[in-house]
């Protein structure tokens, strides 16, 4: 029982490296996959005087 708390602590601490690891060096190698959506919108705006 102890060996598969170990593997799974094990295996949740290189999930959370892999992760972090993913943020920093992601938008490196795929700047696709963290670039922001670019589309204009345009709207018309309606305001209100006194």
């Known amino acids: ?3 598969l ?3 799974l602590l094990f295996l949740t601490l290189l999930a959370g490296t892999a992760l972090v690891a ?3 060096v992601g938008p490196i190698f795929f700047p696709s996959d963290f670039a922001a959506p670019t ?3 345009t709207r018309p705006v309606t305001l ?3």
Do not use: C, D, G, S
């Open 22 to 24: 993913y943020a920093y």
């Open 1 to 3: 029982m102890w060996r």
């Open 5 to 7: 708390i170990k593997a």
């Open 48 to 50: 209100e005087t006194n």
């Open 39 to 41: 589309k204009e919108v």
